[in-house]
Each structure stands twice: as structure tokens, then as C-alpha cells.
Nanobody, 117 residues
Framework: VQLQASGGGLVQAGGSLRLSCAAS????????MGWYRQAPGKERELVAA???????YYADSVKGRFTISRDNASNTLYLQMDNLKPEDTAVYYC????????????WGRGTLVTVSS
């Protein structure tokens, strides 16, 4: 299984970006997928997650500004980020708990989001 993330870039404060993460491979079932981020000098944190394709979780810092969604047909995860703030600057990683023959956690390579003030 591979997770390919894209969509990062440089944006001014107040702007928007949309991250995508395409899961490919011998996927039998997806339990949950999420977006994490890691800012310089800080630990990786969970930003948003979608469980069983329905339930969603958001970190308090992004509630009302970020929206997570998943296209089940293409196994693609999205993160719509609006009203971006400089403190959102980080490398964003997608993660999935995915079953092939067994359940495993998979991570994509990060995509950098930089928000200028």
C-alpha cells in the first residue's frame, strides 16, 4: 500500500489550500484515514481524521477552518484548509489504517504547507 500526498505550497494568511492523499495497492478495507502535521521543533500532531468513512475528528486548533473528506471510490483523502494562519505552517502527513491481508498503519511522505503573515 502506498499513500501519495500532494497539494502543499505557500499561501498568505487567510488563504486556502486543499491537500490530497491517494491510497493505492492491494487494499481490502480502510478503517480510518487522517492528516497529521509537524512544525519545526514540535512533535507530530493529529489534525483531522475520518473513521469508517463517516465519523470525523478535528483538533481544536483547526475546528471551523479545516474540512476532512474521503472519496471511497478512489480511496482518496482530502483536507480543505481555509482561513489559514501562520501557525498552520508545517509538514502535513497522511496516515491510513488499512487492511490488505492484515491491518497495518501506513504513512505518506509529507507535503509542506507554508503560511506567510
Amino acid at each position: 500500500v502506498q499513500l501519495q500526498a500532494s497539494g502543499g505550497g505557500l499561501v498568505q494568511a487567510g488563504g486556502s489550500l486543499r491537500l490530497s492523499c491517494a491510497a493505492s495497492g492491494n487494499i481490502a478495507r480502510i478503517n480510518s484515514m487522517g492528516w497529521y502535521r509537524q512544525a519545526p521543533g514540535k512533535e507530530r500532531e493529529l489534525v483531522a481524521a475520518i473513521i469508517n468513512g463517516r465519523e470525523t475528528y478535528y483538533a481544536d486548533s483547526v475546528k471551523g477552518r479545516f474540512t476532512i473528506s474521503r472519496d471511497n471510490a478512489s480511496n482518496t483523502l482530502y483536507l480543505q484548509m481555509d482561513n489559514l494562519k501562520p501557525e498552520d505552517t508545517a509538514v502535513y502527513y497522511c496516515q491510513g489504517t488499512i487492511a490488505t491481508v492484515t491491518w497495518n498503519d501506513y504513512w505518506g511522505r509529507g507535503t509542506l504547507v507554508t503560511v506567510s503573515s
